[in-house]
């Protein structure tokens, strides 16, 4: 018998589209999640947009193949790069991270300012820029290159983390002329939730803090609220909802710091060649 719950391919260039993941466990638990983390070809955050382009497509194509019937583009950088070439290849609905991030902060925004951090390629494409603009809002970019790899070391709460955090934000507030008055940061990058109690410490005080992971999972769903799957049968509503993993890389490394992003351990994760 087949599924009427829908299933929701969630793309990312790794481990940390498991924040998103984790928002959209929380908030639409009753959907089946196939992830798919390109570990094998990260970091996408100092790629061109061709190479991001590229990765995104097999890693979407490949998620829609196994039965995705809405893709989430959790990766900020392949959101901003590639987000158009996705949703032009795919013959399901297409969600990407920037919009509802800078929706919501829109809405959060009282000084019309923003400030948004994220990796290279996010701040160079000024998607967020460009989004928050076309709805009346001036952002600040910041790239924090060194803030991925910090956090995959796992360096959440470590001196380095803060120091380095306090150096990229200073950078940001303390510009009076441009944002200044900025009164929202956006959290541009997947793995930035793990370290948000550290960038709540190190922004100034008056800052509201907005995670694009969560924005997104609302979108979604509120999405998947405006179009149940249908009825479903009484065991397939008793039936808990199925995760599954696909990993380019070792499995065992994503189990291991992919359970840090999900906040739970991760059983099982299928390897995959895109070029077989
Ligand atoms: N997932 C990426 C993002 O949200 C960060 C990691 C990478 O550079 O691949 O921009």
């Not at 179009?227 to 065992?252: H, I, L, M, W, Y």
Request: charged share 20%; aromatic share 6%; net charge neutral.
């Amino acid at each position: 018998m087949t599924s009427r719950r829908v299933c929701v391919g969630v793309f990312d260039s790794g481990f940390g589209g498991l924040t998103v993941l984790k928002a959209l466990l929380e908030l639409s638990p009753d959907s089946d999640y196939i992830y798919f983390g390109d570990t094998a070809r990260l970091p996408y955050g100092s790629k061109s947009a061709a190479t991001v382009a590229k990765y995104a497509l097999e890693a979407t194509q490949y998620l829609e193949r196994n039965g995705a019937q809405l893709l989430v583009i959790a990766c900020n950088t392949a959101t901003a790069l590639a987000l158009d070439n996705i949703t032009a290849a795919s013959s399901v609905p297409v969600v990407g991270v920037v919009e509802p991030g800078a929706a919501c902060a829109a809405l959060v925004s009282k000084t019309r300012r923003v400030a948004v951090i994220g990796t290279e390629a996010t701040v160079a494409s000024h998607a967020y820029l460009k989004a928050l603009a076309s709805r009346g809002v001036e952002a600040e970019e910041k790239a924090c290159p060194l803030l991925v790899p910090l956090i995959e070391e796992g360096w959440i709460e470590h001196p380095v983390t803060e120091q380095v955090a306090r150096i990229y934000l200073d950078e940001v507030f303390s510009d009076r002329e441009s944002a200044g008055s900025a009164d929202v940061l956006v959290l541009g990058c997947t793995h930035y939730p793990l370290i948000r109690p550290l960038l709540r410490r190190v922004a100034p005080p008056r800052v509201k803090i907005v995670d694009s992971a969560e924005s997104t999972a609302q979108v979604v769903s509120d999405q998947l609220r405006a179009k149940p799957p249908g009825a479903a049968s009484e065991q397939e509503r008793r039936r808990v909802s199925r995760q599954t993993f696909f990993a380019t890389d070792s499995v065992a490394k994503f189990q291991h710091l992919g359970a840090r992003f999900l906040g739970r351990p991760i059983d099982q994760v299928h390897h995959v060649d895109l070029r077989e």
